[in-house]
């Protein structure tokens, strides 16, 4: 099952926004990949020989892939997958721009990897399965790259409530914009946002001894209050399109909120938000004679 040409445009669109804003969203989600290498059990370089190959689904423009390249070394490599073109291009421009000669970025959807069997030594994901179409046959997919016996580990976001990144922006603009709840499966960056249900996808899809934490961190954002609400605007599609929609005054009325609603995150270093992630892990059975 596919992406549909909405979702598609969506990302594609926003693709220039998030290789501008990649080094702040870098720092922001640091936490986040920190979990997912130690979830997914990979060595740092002084193992490389025991871990060479990792996948990074859903990269968009090369992070974390591209946090994990330095960590196998020169004799491992990380691929990073995505199925929007221009966020290839812009992990491809990365990659080269910081000399990792050991990242490799392809398009590719989640549930159709271009790999062989047991190819990989870890499998990571940073919010991307709230995006998959069908989660289960991207889970099989995962395992059926993943060498047996090796780790797999998702980042999905917890509840709005617990996440003010989000909703101190969205309850501003949602009293001026209609905002329908996504269905229930609906593709959305709250999909999984319920404790145990993407565990349990990864029991349908034959993940063994699935695992599920809850990650307390705070986003750190080196940027004014004013620079944070450029980016979370650019980096959303969905929030550009119901900017668009709001009159001058309504723009500028909605904006004065938001930062005023910034201001208990603001520091002296920037923004920092409370955040909370669950990620989400196992491993692949291993092979039957």
């Not at 445009?9 to 969203?25: G, I, L």
């Not at 976001?157 to 603009?173: L, Y």
């Not at 904006?255 to 669950?278: D, H, I, N, W």
Request: hydrophobic share 45%; charged share 20%.
């Amino acid at each position: 099952m596919r992406l549909n040409q909405d979702v598609i445009n969506q990302w594609s669109s926003a693709a220039k926004f998030w290789e501008k804003h990649r080094a702040v969203v870098k720092q922001m989600f640091s936490p986040v990949t920190d979990a997912l290498v130690e979830d997914a059990q990979i060595a740092s370089r002084h193992a490389a020989s025991s871990l060479g190959r990792v996948l990074d689904i859903a990269t968009g423009p090369g992070d974390p892939a591209l946090s994990v390249a330095p960590l196998l070394g020169p004799e491992g490599r990380v691929f990073g997958v995505d199925p929007i073109p221009e966020m290839v291009a812009a992990a491809r421009r990365a990659a080269n721009d910081f000399g990792f000669s050991n990242a490799q970025f392809e398009i590719a959807f989640a549930d159709h990897l271009p790999f062989p069997a047991d190819t990989f030594d870890a499998i990571i994901s940073r919010f991307g399965a709230m995006f998959f179409p069908s989660p289960v046959d991207a889970v099989r997919e995962m395992l059926r790259v993943l060498k047996p016996g090796r780790k797999l580990a998702l980042a999905v976001w917890h509840s709005a409530d617990t996440n003010p990144f989000f909703n101190t922006v969205s309850q501003v603009i949602d009293r001026y914009v209609e905002s329908p709840a996504p269905g229930p499966d609906a593709p959305d960056a709250f999909r999984f946002a319920t404790p145990g249900v993407l565990r349990d996808v990864l029991v349908e899809s034959g993940v063994m001894a699935p695992r599920e934490r809850l990650l307390q961190f705070h986003i750190q954002a080196p940027v004014s209050a004013e620079e944070f609400w450029t980016l979370r605007c650019e980096l959303s599609e969905k929030m550009r399109e119901k900017i668009g929609r709001l009159s001058s005054e309504q723009l500028t009325e909605v904006k004065r909120q938001v930062l005023e609603a910034f201001q208990p995150y603001c520091t002296a270093s920037g923004m920092t938000f409370p955040a909370q992630v669950l990620i989400i892990s196992g491993t692949k059975p291993p092979a039957t004679n």
